[in-house]
């Protein structure tokens, strides 16, 4: 298993990559779901989910998303149900893998290669609606909108939704 230091680092590099191009993570950091220290939060998730690649040998999917889910819940009040799961953790997994077979350079091109096809930052807005005396609803459904075209063949995430239980719903559409 590679131990440098050095290598270490461009693995957490790599996690970093993958958890900023993860759309659901961006638009509750953007949006403060995790409050207003959003910010902090997913860039002491990246530390974290390094660690737990780190002191869990032979990671599964399912325990990776399983991790995700929860840190998402904690941290920001959000449940993902996307779909987007799936398709990160397997990400870091593919990471994990190449860091731990010493495939540096192929590390490192993975990592280039989803700084460079990043997904557009995505805009969050509130849709107009009545005032507040006319409206009996206490849920309010938001808007996304990308900031520009994506190159990526990844959906845009669609619209973050309030359940009555107070938590932020983020769901694929149909």
């Keep these: ?10 693995f957490t590099e790599g996690v970093r990559a ?10 509750a950091v953007d949006n403060g779901f995790g409050g207003v220290y959003g910010q902090q939060k997913a860039d002491w998730m990246v530390d974290v989910v390094q660690q737990y690649f780190h002191d869990n040998a032979d990671l599964q999917q399912y325990e990776v998303e399983d991790f995700l889910t929860q840190l998402m819940d904690q941290e920001f009040d ?7 799961l799936p398709q990160v953790s397997a990400g870091l997994l ?24 990043k997904t557009p930052r995505a805009k969050v807005t509130a849709p107009p609606t009545q005032s507040d005396s006319e409206s009996g609803e206490e849920t309010q459904v938001m808007e996304c ?19 009555e239980d107070g938590w932020t719903l983020v769901q694929r559409k149909k």
């Design 94 to 117: 593919q990471l994990f893998d190449q860091w731990q077979q010493g495939a540096l350079q192929q590390l490192q091109n993975t990592i280039q290669t989803l700084t460079h096809n």
């Design 78 to 84: 959000t449940m993902v149900e996307d779909g987007s």
């Design 145 to 163: 909108e990308e900031s520009r075209p994506s190159s990526s063949t990844i959906p845009p995430p669609p619209p973050p939704q309030d359940d």
């Design 1 to 10: 298993m590679a131990a440098s230091t050095a290598s270490r680092e461009l």
């Design 18 to 27: 993958v958890l900023r191009t993860w759309p659901v993570l961006q638009i």
